[in-house]
Every structure is written in C-alpha cells, then in structure tokens.
C-alpha cells in the first residue's frame, strides 16, 4: 500500500507516535524516529524534564544544549524538575490559550493534538507603545495582560527580551499564568530577561521553562511548547498518567 507518491502509506499507529515531530510519510517518519534515537544516547530519558531536554537538542542541533535549560516554580505535587512540564500539559488538557509573543513563535506550535487556541501578542498595544516608547512586543504583552489572556494560559516567549521582561512584571504583580516557557534570544537583555523570569518564578511558584546563555529563539520556544502539548497526548492515550495532584508516573 502506497500514499499516492510511491511511498509505502504509514500506519495510523505510526503516524500518531511520530507526530510530534511533524513526520506525516514513512520516510519522514524514519528519518525522526532516527534523529531522536540518536538524541537519546546523547541525553537521559528518565523524566519529564529530560524529554524537554531531549527536545532543545533536537530542534538545536547542539548536544550541550541540554545543559542550559532551566525548570522553576511548582505546582500541586512540589518544585522539582517536572513541575512546569506537568503544569504545561495538564494546561493543555484543560484547553488553554497559547499565547506566544511573535507570530513565528506561534507559526512553530503544532496544531495538532490539541484543542489550545494559539494567540500570539504582538499587534495589540501600539497606542500604548507610541505612547510610551516601549517596544511594540512589550506593550502587546501589557495589553494582553489587562484583558486577562494571560491568567491560566501557557505563555511562550520566543524572541522578544522585552515581552519577557513585561511578562514578568505583569507575573510579579498577580498575573498567573499556567506555565512559562521564555527563550528569548539576543545580545542585548537576552539573559536578563530570562533571569529575571526565573526569579518571579521562584518568588510566587508560577512554573517556567527558561534557558541560560545568549541562544534561544522562536524556534526553541515552539519546540518546547510542543513538547508539553505531546506529554498531555500521551496522558490522554493513556501512555503516561498523572495522579489526582498532576504528578506524571
């Protein structure tokens, strides 16, 4: 049995387990089961937190990368390392928004195997942005913000330091977000941004997701975000199980 191209057809059993990475053919689907076989010698495959490790290797081409990533906050079961992956998915099962800060970030998020709205910010508050001289991915995210988008939302930073920076401010004065994933790249607040995320993380427990260094991007943080989206598919086909508190076993 082909696909219509010549190409043997893939089996529904496959084309599910292989959907993660955007693999639809048999032959892309051989392709990603082999990349990510050859991550996995490369990086644990114990946890959570390993399977977004697995994750930013993959979708940065770099082994080390694995070591620069960086999990914060809780949720009902503690504060260790699965916390944000399982706060990412269980947000996922319930159908939250996912509101990224760019339109690439939003572009990089699977549609699939998940019923999340994808909202991106940018293209709202540009009054306020002219008014104030803010960047325009900033005062999106204030903008956002008043209207409450980002309360029980996973919110993805990808790009913009500033949309980071304000995202933080908005957490540090009661927004609560289901989850943060922030890999904003750059010279330029980079670092900081991500930093200073982790510690209004840390502060009031909201879980997050962040990376050390100047690397990061739009790409990593679709990446990751589809990781969580791929975590809640498995609890909903019943491969992984979180009990009453959201822990994953």
Same mark, same amino acid.
């Given at each position: 049995?082909?696909?219509?191209?010549?190409?043997?057809?893939?089996?529904?059993?496959?084309?599910?387990?292989?959907?993660? /990475?955007?693999?639809?053919?048999?032959?892309?689907?051989?392709?990603?089961?082999?990349?990510?076989?050859?991550?996995?010698?490369?990086?644990?495959?114990?946890? /959570?937190?390993?399977?977004?490790?697995?994750?930013? =290797?993959?979708?940065?081409?770099?082994?080390?990368?694995?070591?620069?990533?960086?999990?914060?906050?809780?949720?009902?079961?503690?504060?260790?390392?699965?916390? @944000?992956?399982?706060?990412?998915?269980?947000? =996922? /099962?319930?159908?939250?928004?996912?509101?990224?800060?760019?339109?690439?970030?939003?572009?990089?998020?699977?549609?699939?195997?998940?019923?999340?709205?994808?909202?991106?910010?940018?293209?709202?508050?540009?009054?306020?942005?002219?008014?104030?001289?803010?960047?325009?991915?900033?005062?999106?995210?204030?903008?956002?913000?008043?209207?409450?988008?980002?309360?029980?939302?996973?919110? =993805? =930073?990808?790009?913009?330091?500033?949309?980071?920076?304000?995202?933080?401010?908005?957490?540090?004065?009661?927004?609560? @977000?289901?989850?943060?994933?922030?890999?904003?790249?750059?010279?330029?607040?980079?670092?900081?941004?991500?930093?200073?995320?982790?510690?209004?993380?840390?502060?009031?427990?909201?879980?997050?997701?962040?990376?050390?260094?100047?690397?990061?991007?739009?790409?990593?943080?679709?990446?990751?975000?589809?990781?969580?989206?791929?975590?809640?598919?498995?609890?909903?086909?019943?491969?992984?199980?979180?009990?009453?508190?959201?822990?994953?076993?």
């Amino acid at each position: 049995m082909t696909d219509g191209t010549g190409q043997p057809a893939a089996t529904t059993e496959s084309r599910e387990e292989y959907a993660d /990475l955007g693999a639809t053919t048999q032959n892309a689907m051989d392709i990603a089961e082999t990349s990510m076989d050859i991550v996995r010698q490369f990086v644990p495959d114990e946890t /959570l937190a390993d399977r977004i490790r697995q994750k930013s =290797v993959h979708s940065m081409g770099d082994i080390e990368f694995q070591h620069l990533l960086r999990f914060t906050g809780e949720d009902d079961r503690g504060d260790d390392e699965d916390a @944000p992956v399982r706060a990412g998915a269980r947000a =996922v /099962l319930a159908e939250a928004d996912i509101v990224t800060d760019i339109t690439m970030s939003m572009a990089g998020i699977t549609g699939r195997g998940h019923d999340c709205e994808k909202r991106k910010a940018i293209g709202h508050g540009a009054e306020l942005a002219e008014r104030t001289g803010m960047t325009r991915t900033a005062a999106s995210v204030l903008e956002l913000d008043t209207q409450g988008v980002y309360d029980d939302s996973i919110a =993805v =930073v990808g790009n913009a330091p500033t949309a980071a920076f304000a995202l933080a401010d908005c957490i540090e004065n009661g927004t609560r @977000p289901a989850a943060v994933v922030a890999t904003p790249v750059g010279f330029v607040k980079a670092e900081e941004s991500r930093q200073r995320v982790r510690e209004v993380s840390d502060a009031v427990g909201v879980p997050a997701i962040t990376n050390v260094g100047r690397r990061g991007g739009s790409g990593l943080a679709a990446a990751l975000t589809n990781e969580l989206i791929h975590v809640a598919a498995d609890v909903r086909a019943g491969e992984l199980e979180f009990d009453s508190s959201g822990a994953g076993e």
